[in-house]
């Protein structure tokens, strides 16, 4: 396997792992709202809590934006 195509894969391999990310980040976000609509007495709860999720979340997607900042074409 010569270097591009390892970069690729590597690539193809980071952009799997954020689809994951954001099927995990949307299940929590299900999960939040259950808790949330439930009466949960945990710290969790709340708008504030909700944004501090969302921020680290965007924050994470961000440093993984391969869209115009990827590797450049060998």
Do not use: Y
């Amino acid at each position: 396997m010569d270097e591009r195509e390892m970069i690729v894969r590597r690539l193809a391999q980071a952009e799997e792992h954020v689809l994951l990310g954001e099927k995990n980040i949307a299940r929590q976000k299900e999960i939040m709202a259950e808790l949330e609509r439930d009466g949960s007495p945990l710290p969790l709860r709340g708008p504030k809590s909700r944004r501090i999720f969302e921020g680290e979340a965007e924050s994470r997607r961000n440093k993984t934006n391969f869209g115009t900042n990827g590797p450049a074409s060998p």
